[in-house]
């Protein structure tokens, strides 16, 4: 139903005529008028027309004089117009963090960098770099040494690429199915994928902080012959983390299991699924 077809919306159809209370007798568009006879001696003469257009004037000026004492009110004391510049920043809010502090700010390689230097920065960092220290690359001799000078801070990379070196020989890349370069055999999809829960400060200052990182993940190797298929794990990873090249960058780190919920009693995929999976979707770059 139209505006148009209700009383009060000033529909005018062919033939019609508004609701006009100012107009003669009702709205009957009938008028009376006082005729002037030769007789009419009385000293009062012919009196003058009534029309509505005076009534009509008093009301307008009413109406001005009140819309002008609204609009004097209406900016509530303040006329300095910061009000209205403020706003559009106001809801510039990034939806990931209530501070409005932008958490990343690019990326080093595929691992996020240039983070916040306060304690939000340091947790972000912290859970990106909990991702890339559990990931499949760093099992890939070549890839491992970029992730370790790309998170780590500089007077700590030749210590920890040797170690790492060490962790994760030839015996360990045997057990889990992997040849020299980290690869799995043809056929074969290894899997190490983590995703955080949560993050949590232990300490912090300008130069240092001391995050934790709660994480689960998959891991294991996808494929019908597989001796190490792909299984959950819950764990907790603690990052030492220092303030340096105006980016947070890892001191050292630990790793310990839990907190685990109660496994559930779903059944497990098979091989093609989780290979599937893995191909078909991408990880992400975590930001408190």
């Known amino acids: 139903m139209s505006q148009g077809d209700e009383r009060g919306y000033g529909g005018n159809e062919p033939g019609s005529h508004p609701d006009d209370a100012y107009s003669t007798l009702g709205g009957t568009r009938q008028t009376r008028t ?6 009419d001696d009385d000293g009062y003469g012919r009196r003058p027309a009534r029309t509505s257009r005076s009534l009509v004037m008093v009301v307008g000026v009413v109406v001005l004089l009140i819309a002008a004492i609204a609009f004097a009110n209406q900016g509530g004391g303040d ?4 009000s209205a510049e403020k706003k559009p920043n106001t809801a510039g809010a990034g939806p990931t963090a209530a501070t409005g502090t932008k958490p990343v700010q690019g990326k080093n390689g595929t691992i996020a960098a240039g983070f916040a230097h306060d304690e939000q920065g340091a947790q972000s960092a912290a859970a990106n770099y909990a991702v890339a220290l559990v990931s499949a690359e760093i099992l890939q001799p070549e890839r491992r040494s970029e992730i370790v000078r790309q998170i780590f801070v500089a007077e700590r990379v030749d210590e920890l690429d040797a170690r790492f070196d060490q962790a994760y020989d030839k015996a360990f890349l045997d057990k889990v199915g992997l040849d020299d370069e980290g690869r799995a055999a043809p056929g074969m999809t290894y899997v190490s994928r983590t995703a955080p829960v949560g993050t949590k400060t232990t300490s912090y200052s300008d130069t240092s902080a001391t995050v934790e990182v709660w994480c689960t993940g998959v891991f294991g190797t996808a494929g ?6 792909v299984s959950n794990d819950w764990f907790t990873m603690t990052l030492a983390l220092q303030w340096a090249n105006d980016d947070w960058k890892v001191d050292s780190f630990s790793q310990k299991d839990g907190p685990a919920p109660v496994n559930t009693d779903r059944t497990a995929s098979n091989a093609d699924e989780i290979t599937k999976a893995v191909e078909e979707f991408g990880g992400f770059t975590y930001a408190r």
Do not use: I
């Not at 006082?34 to 007789?39: A, D, I």
């Not at 006329?79 to 910061?82: E, H, R, W």
């Not at 019908?224 to 298929?229: A, G």
């Open 79 to 82: 006329t300095s117009g910061d």
């Open 224 to 229: 019908v012959s597989s001796t190490n298929p």
């Open 34 to 39: 006082r005729m002037h006879r030769s007789g």
